[in-house]
């Protein structure tokens, strides 16, 4: 927020000041228009690729901003995309467990349902946490298929996360399902 408005700031009083007062004197001569001042291209400097740890730390640090910036978990809220995006680069750049997981973390922790759910059920076997983990997230789509009347396809999600973790939230659905 404290960004924007800076910007915002900026903006403004860079229009202001780039405005003149002067009028011309001759009100006969054709509009004189401003063009933007170009840049110099830069250098040809070849910056190497970030590693997958290079990525994966930066989104730890991005993650770690955005739990104080912001009250609730949202994957549109920049500094979580961003963490997003880095995690995913970490993961695509070496699909090891510990990238993936993370990644699908952030998924469920940003309310991205599907795409945590499609990386738990890829990983396969998990640790105790990651079916913490992967449960919410199929209890989550589960309420989400039953507010569409799609009872199958809620019943799906909810054996998926039976077989993770039993929860309260899964039980309870399960019962409305079965």
């Given at each position: ?69 912001y009250?609730?978990?949202f ?18 750049a070496e ?48 309420y ?35």
């Amino acid at each position: 927020m404290k960004k924007i408005l800076t910007i915002s700031l900026m903006i403004a009083f860079g229009s202001a000041f780039a405005q003149t007062t002067d009028t011309p004197t001759d009100t006969t001569a054709p509009a004189v228009t401003e063009t933007a001042p170009t840049m110099a291209p830069a250098p040809d400097v070849a910056v190497a690729p970030a590693s997958a740890e290079e990525h994966f730390a930066k989104a730890q640090e991005l993650a770690a901003q955005a739990e104080v910036a912001y009250p609730i978990p949202f994957y549109d809220r920049d500094l979580w995309k961003a963490a997003v995006t880095e995690a995913d680069a970490a993961a695509t750049a070496e699909p090891e467990r510990e990238y993936l997981s993370y990644l699908a973390q952030l998924y469920t922790t940003t309310q991205w349902w599907i795409s945590g759910y499609r990386i738990w059920v890829e990983l396969g076997d998990l640790t105790d946490e990651e079916k913490a983990w992967a449960a919410d997230t199929a209890a989550h789509l589960a309420y989400m298929r039953l507010q569409q009347n799609d009872k199958a396809k809620a019943r799906e999600y909810v054996q998926q996360g039976l077989a993770w973790m039993e929860t309260d939230s899964l039980k309870a659905l399960a019962k409305r399902v079965m």
